[in-house]
């Protein structure tokens, strides 16, 4: 028989798990393991709208009970257990099971596998994303609930990092308080840097901040470096000497990949800037490991790092996974594409935003089409639909 193991259950990893579920069949003697250490998919997209909305906190966590067809849990699995070690030769990836009292056992259990997919995905400020040595939902939650608080009781409130969800958070704290002061702080010179969006864009995201009061100072650094929210009153400076007065600091930045497991398997795969060398089939950039993938967040493909590229990453990757299984192909020979146009679906509080949608060369929309197409409900409905979940009400 033969076996695909894939470690992480995020947006690559389930959409991965879910096409093999789609492609193959139980006649085709594979069988596909899931390894995730939560009991859920943390829906992150909408972690902007958590920390000023009760209500959609419960939409953060969905259950991955019917994540795959029934008619394929025959051979396709999701174990919850956090991988600790992948060796080659034998091809294993040990592994501690995670139990429903979310409790890691210390006893150590192993995976054959012949082909091995690595989604594990990035680390980030917290809450944005799940702390990752706590797989409890209580706990983050509660970091959620804490974030919140101290937004409703602060007055003035700084925002760091200026990517897409800095921009987001500020937004969605001047829609719901509009009296508080928010201000964004980057140190690069144009905020969301880096993602090749036209001028229309950041013409619209700017003036849509400018509208809605929120401040924004970049090419500045922060003289200290923040290590994760903070909720005492303090002053801030910049090594161009400006003071910011803030009650609470939130820190939306601090992008990792996380790659431990294959550095600890071979150093030589990890780039300086952390992350995971591949070719353009995805395969991890080395001979000695054609039957290794690693997919989102965590590799150097040129792809956007989006949870929507990933998914589509792992789609592609269990077409080609199919192919070879049915015979149809000997070796992988498909490159994944980077989109020719950059896209992006920025929200800027629940009535609006700003997107760059891949047509057109890059077609810029504004309020109505970001409302329909994220900002109502940061695509709660369609991922929870994509889970096999419905939305809880």
Request: charged content about 25%; some cysteine; overall charge neutral.
């Given at each position: 028989?033969?076996?695909?193991?894939?470690?992480?259950?995020?947006?690559?990893?389930?959409?991965?798990?879910?096409?093999?579920?789609?492609?193959?069949?139980?006649?085709?003697?594979?069988?596909?393991?899931?390894?995730?250490?939560?009991?859920?998919?943390?829906?992150?997209?909408?972690?902007?709208?958590?920390?000023?909305?009760?209500?959609?906190?419960?939409?953060?966590?969905?259950?991955?009970?019917?994540?795959?067809?029934?008619?394929?849990?025959?051979?396709?699995?999701?174990?919850?257990?956090?991988?600790?070690?992948?060796?080659?030769?034998?091809?294993?990836?040990?592994?501690?099971?995670i139990g429903s009292d979310d409790k890691e056992s210390e006893?150590?259990?192993?995976?054959?596998?012949?082909?091995?997919?690595?989604?594990?995905?990035?680390?980030?400020?917290?809450?944005?994303?799940?702390?990752?040595?706590?797989?409890?939902?209580?706990?983050?939650?509660?970091?959620?609930?804490?974030?919140?608080?101290?937004?409703?009781?602060?007055?003035?409130?700084?925002?760091?990092?200026?990517?897409?969800?800095?921009?987001?958070?500020?937004?969605?704290?001047?829609?719901?308080?509009?009296?508080?002061?928010?201000?964004?702080?980057?140190?690069?010179?144009?905020?969301?840097?880096?993602?090749?969006?036209?001028?229309?864009?950041?013409?619209?995201?700017?003036?849509?901040?400018?509208?809605?009061?929120?401040?924004?100072?970049?090419?500045?650094?922060?003289?200290?470096?923040?290590?994760?929210?903070?909720?005492?009153?303090?002053?801030?400076?910049?090594?161009?000497?400006?003071?910011?007065?803030?009650?609470?600091?939130?820190?939306?930045?601090?992008?990792?990949?996380?790659?431990?497991?294959?550095?600890?398997?071979?150093?030589?795969?990890?780039?300086?800037?952390?992350?995971?060398?591949?070719?353009?089939?995805?395969?991890?950039?080395?001979?000695?490991?054609?039957?290794?993938?690693?997919?989102?967040?965590?590799?150097?493909?040129?792809?956007?790092?989006?949870?929507?590229?990933?998914?589509?990453?792992?789609?592609?990757?269990?077409?080609?996974?199919?192919?070879?299984?049915?015979?149809?192909?000997?070796?992988?020979?498909?490159?994944?594409?980077?989109?020719?146009?950059?896209?992006?679906?920025?929200?800027?509080?629940?009535?609006?935003?700003?997107?760059?949608?891949?047509?057109?060369?890059?077609?810029?929309?504004?309020?109505?089409?970001?409302?329909?197409?994220?900002?109502?409900?940061?695509?709660?409905?369609?991922?929870?639909?994509?889970?096999?979940?419905?939305?809880?009400?």
């Amino acid at each position: 028989m033969t076996r695909i193991v894939i470690i992480g259950g995020g947006a690559a990893g389930i959409n991965t798990a879910q096409a093999l579920a789609k492609n193959l069949t139980e006649a085709d003697n594979t069988e596909v393991v899931v390894l995730e250490k939560n009991s859920f998919f943390y829906h992150v997209v909408g972690a902007p709208r958590a920390y000023v909305d009760a209500d959609y906190t419960k939409k953060m966590f969905i259950p991955y009970d019917n994540a795959i067809p029934k008619h394929a849990k025959k051979f396709v699995r999701i174990v919850r257990g956090v991988a600790t070690r992948i060796s080659v030769g034998p091809n294993e990836v040990s592994y501690h099971s995670i139990g429903s009292d979310d409790k890691e056992s210390e006893t150590v259990e192993k995976l054959t596998f012949d082909y091995l997919v690595l989604a594990t995905g990035s680390s980030y400020s917290v809450p944005i994303k799940p702390a990752s040595n706590d797989y409890t939902r209580s706990a983050t939650e509660g970091k959620l609930e804490e974030v919140r608080v101290h937004i409703e009781k602060a007055e003035k409130i700084v925002v760091i990092g200026g990517g897409s969800v800095g921009c987001e958070v500020a937004a969605e704290i001047k829609a719901k308080y509009p009296s508080k002061s928010v201000t964004i702080v980057d140190a690069n010179t144009q905020l969301i840097a880096g993602n090749n969006l036209r001028d229309k864009f950041y013409s619209y995201l700017n003036a849509s901040l400018e509208k809605l009061e929120v401040k924004v100072i970049l090419g500045e650094r922060l003289t200290e470096r923040l290590s994760g929210n903070g909720f005492e009153k303090r002053v801030l400076r910049t090594d161009k000497g400006t003071e910011i007065e803030s009650d609470i600091q939130l820190l939306c930045g601090g992008f990792r990949p996380v790659v431990t497991l294959v550095q600890e398997m071979d150093e030589s795969l990890v780039t300086e800037r952390g992350s995971v060398r591949v070719n353009d089939k995805l395969q991890l950039e080395s001979e000695k490991y054609a039957h290794i993938f690693a997919l989102g967040d965590m590799c150097n493909h040129p792809a956007p790092k989006m949870a929507f590229i990933a998914g589509e990453q792992g789609k592609f990757l269990a077409g080609e996974l199919a192919a070879v299984i049915h015979k149809k192909q000997t070796v992988f020979t498909k490159a994944f594409e980077t989109p020719a146009v950059a896209a992006m679906i920025l929200p800027l509080g629940p009535c609006g935003g700003v997107s760059q949608l891949p047509v057109w060369g890059g077609v810029v929309v504004g309020d109505w089409f970001t409302w329909l197409l994220k900002s109502r409900d940061y695509f709660a409905g369609r991922i929870w639909a994509s889970v096999g979940a419905s939305v809880p009400n």
